[in-house]
């Protein structure tokens, strides 16, 4: 169902394996397949603007060259991997190329974790993963459950047959659920998350496009670009400067507390902070947006996604103590019935499994929590006449906005 999603997934993280060498050559000095370098300055930077993007460009390599391939992004050689099972090869990987979010760092900064490597990079990790690891979890369960129910609320004041904006309300869910439960509940008011948002959007549609269209210094793209940028770091540093303040000692841990108490280095707190606020949702938001988009479309699994949430819960809602009444069947992972299920075939958040995602646990409990509130109230149906199609960034979303009715059940 989520195939199209994985294939985005997969063809972006290939880019993780990467070697780099001083200039690129003409004559290739490498057994691995794929296109000499266009210029010398540049590589296959042109290639990959005519194609569209990254992705369009890796999709056409790949055709061409197999599983694995490699080009040069400007001056970089880049290995680029493509199947469940290479992608198992180096699943332990950790460090990786500083130039992989290069595009991104005028906005998370330079000292953000997704530049660092070797023990910097894993301490700073190791950190982080004490408030997203399995045993951590059940701290936000509650918070997501009413996040979710007010979403629903929402919904059901609606008018009936309504067209509802799903990337919209998805992409906003998404966004509460991370502020809320990494930053505090009373974080921020509603006005300043819609700031975020509106300034998000500013600012990341200016990056992406920068992949096919550099704009010149001092250029009004560049000026709404810095001061979203300006607003965005304002408001994070107002939580931060909030809660260093006002933290109790009863409170629970959140990723800020994890953040204020690791360093005393307040450009590096600003940054892991604002990538982590827009990592937290963007990819969350888009697969929750793709996750109902599927459903409503196939109205054959989503009955049975319903029926299984009515066997399993009943009127429960979701949290730890549901999966101590759950029944272990072990022949659903037998080498029979896992012939069509590959490894490493759904892999939303990174395959490497030392770098994956280090929130991908957390937004799994949100997704999984936001969508079974959404589809025991709801029957999703696709609005009529719409063709839906992708665009290919960082994150794959609709080329324009999914429009779905909300059934009562």
């Not at 998404?174 to 509106?198: P, Q």
Request: aromatic content about 12%; hydrophobic content about 40%.
């Amino acid at each position: 169902m989520l195939y199209s999603v994985v294939l985005v997934a997969v063809f972006l993280c290939g880019l993780y394996l990467a070697v780099t060498f001083l200039f690129p050559r003409r004559k290739r000095s490498t057994t691995i397949p794929g296109p000499n370098p266009a210029t010398k300055e540049g590589g296959n930077l042109e290639d990959i603007r005519k194609a569209g993007s990254l992705h369009e460009y890796l999709i056409d390599l790949h055709k061409q060259y197999g599983d694995i391939t490699a080009f040069w992004m400007g001056q970089e050689f880049v290995v680029s991997i493509c199947s469940p099972e290479l992608f198992k090869q180096h699943s332990a990987v950790f460090d990786r190329p500083v130039s992989l979010f290069k595009l991104f760092e005028p906005l998370i900064g330079a000292k953000s974790i997704q530049y660092a490597n070797k023990e910097d990079g894993k301490n700073r990790r190791k950190q982080y993963n004490t408030v997203f690891n399995q045993n951590y979890l059940h701290h936000y369960y509650a918070r997501i459950q009413e996040e979710s129910d007010d979403l629903v609320k929402q919904f059901t004041s609606l008018p009936k047959e309504e067209h509802v904006p799903v990337a919209r309300y998805m992409v906003a869910f998404a966004l509460k659920l991370g502020l809320v439960n990494l930053f505090d509940s009373h974080a921020f008011t509603d006005e300043e998350i819609l700031e975020i948002r509106h300034n998000y959007d500013i600012a990341w549609s200016e990056l992406e496009r920068q992949l096919v269209d550099i704009p010149e210094k001092g250029s009004p793209r560049i000026k709404a670009f810095e001061d979203a940028k300006r607003k965005l770091y304002a408001l994070v540093d107002k939580v931060l400067s909030n809660r260093k303040q006002l933290r109790k000692d009863t409170d629970d841990a959140l990723l800020i507390d994890v953040l204020l108490d690791s360093t005393d280095d307040k450009e590096l707190i600003a940054n892991d902070a604002l990538s982590f606020v827009i990592g937290g949702f963007h990819t969350t938001g888009n697969m929750l947006t793709w996750a109902v988009y599927f459903l409503a479309e196939h109205q054959d699994v989503q009955d049975k996604v319903y029926r299984e949430i009515s066997q399993v819960l009943g009127n429960n809602d979701v949290e730890p103590e549901t999966s101590k009444d759950l029944v272990f069947d072990p022949d659903r992972f037998s080498p029979e019935n896992s012939k069509s299920r590959p490894s490493y075939a759904f892999q939303p958040f990174g395959f490497a499994g030392k770098r994956i995602c280090p929130g991908y646990k957390f937004a799994y409990v949100e997704a999984i929590i936001g969508l079974v509130t959404i589809l025991r109230k709801f029957n999703v149906k696709m609005v009529e006449g719409q063709t839906v199609t992708q665009t290919f960034g960082l994150v794959t979303h609709p080329t324009e906005e999914i429009w779905i009715t909300l059934q009562e059940r």
